[in-house]
């Protein structure tokens, strides 16, 4: 994983299954887990709540900041998946005042920490769909 201000790289050895169209990675498709005793212990552990999900979760999470989709690169030895935060988030990161698009009245959190939450939990289940594949 490599970390830059503005985007993220995720980086995973390993391959997706000849039946998937990379280029059709956020719609609707079968998902068998590569080694299903690794994805059985996320399973328990509650880290994932099923497989099959996870890029359907990262396009809904994406739609509700008004991020771009990580744009997803299966080539070579292994996947890199490009995330590109929500032009809020490097907004607040840039420290441009944007309070005018906050409603703190009905807010029951910090919107900042929303964003970044909203970001990691992204991450996140980018992550453990990674170790899946």
């Known amino acids: 994983m490599r970390v830059y201000e503005d985007k993220i790289y995720v980086f995973n050895v390993g391959e997706f299954p000849k039946t998937l169209d990379i ?14 005793k690794i994805a059985g212990t996320f399973f328990k552990a509650g880290f994932i709540e099923s497989w099959g999900r996870g890029f359907e979760k990262i ?15 299966a080539k ?8 590109i935060p929500s032009k809020k988030y490097m907004e607040l990161l840039n420290g441009e005042d944007i309070q005018n698009e906050i409603d703190t009245e009905n807010d029951t959190e910090n919107d900042t920490e929303k964003l970044v939450f909203g970001f990691m939990s992204s991450i996140r289940t980018l992550f453990f769909t990674q170790l899946l594949i």
């Open 23 to 36: 280029s059709k990675i956020y719609e609707a498709h079968i998902s068998k887990p590569y080694n299903p």
């Open 59 to 73: 396009k809904e999470k994406c739609e509700e900041s008004d991020a771009e989709l990580p744009i997803v690169n």
């Open 76 to 83: 070579g030895d292994g996947i890199t998946i490009e995330i």
